[in-house]
């Protein structure tokens, strides 16, 4: 029963005090790639996300304006906490702990503390984004397509597909079949300064996305069909 409450206003304290739930903004993102996201679904408000790196449900996260305008959608986290959260303010969401690879099984992720963005299974981004002692831990990994089979949705139109998963971008990608699913408009996280030379670049556009929006780190694709 205590550590239940503690779990409660670890909660509250998150939402609420720390991150003032009840203030409005007019964008959460870290960059404004929300406000650029809604812009260009203004007219949808019913659309379908999938948010892998969720992180937390309003503080630097690309889908809550998408989910205040009716939209729905799966969050994935390697972090327990985090997904505590997304059930806390999305219970009718799809909440998954769990990590996104290109292989199905256990995988090792590294981190620094239970609610961080700076956490990842790419150990080398670790080593170069991280500071002090760096936490290591085993966590089960799934890639999309079969994400999408369990959950039943594998039918289902994507409209957003957000990753934000430090480093380990390109392996989301190359475990999900996007050919098929083809979302609209892809964000995602490109760390090398060459754009255009990064895997993540080279790939998109090979499936015919171009880039249509940039950020610091985050980049936003359109598809082309």
């Not at 670790?126 to 085993?138: D, E, L, M, T, V």
């Not at 089960?140 to 959950?151: C, Y």
Request: some cysteine; proline content about 1%; charged content about 25%.
């Amino acid at each position: 029963m205590l550590s239940n409450l503690k779990k409660k206003i670890h909660i509250f304290h998150n939402i609420y005090l720390k991150h003032k739930h009840f203030i409005k903004k007019k964008s959460y993102s870290m960059d404004g790639e929300d406000f650029f996201i809604v812009e260009y679904f203004r007219k949808k408000n019913n659309g379908f996300y999938i948010d892998v790196g969720c992180y937390h449900p309003i503080h630097r996260n690309n889908t809550y304006l998408l989910h205040n305008n009716g939209w729905s959608g799966i969050n994935i986290d390697i972090h327990q906490f985090s997904i505590d959260l997304f059930n806390y303010l999305r219970p009718d969401d799809i909440n998954l702990n769990c990590a996104v690879s290109d292989t199905n099984g256990v995988t090792k992720m590294f981190y620094q503390k239970a609610l961080s963005q700076l956490s990842t299974i790419d150990e080398f981004q670790a080593k170069i984004a991280f500071q002090g002692n760096i936490k290591k831990s085993i966590i089960k990994s799934l890639t999309l397509d079969t994400i999408l089979e369990k959950t039943k949705l594998t039918d289902k139109k994507i409209d957003l597909l957000d990753i934000d998963v430090e480093g380990a971008d390109l392996r989301v990608l190359k475990g999900f079949t996007i050919e098929k699913f083809k979302p609209e408009l892809i964000c995602i996280e490109i760390h090398e300064k060459e754009i255009k030379n990064s895997g993540v670049y080279k790939y998109l556009s090979n499936f015919s996305y171009e880039l249509v929006w940039s950020g610091v780190f985050s980049h936003i694709f359109k598809s082309k069909s």
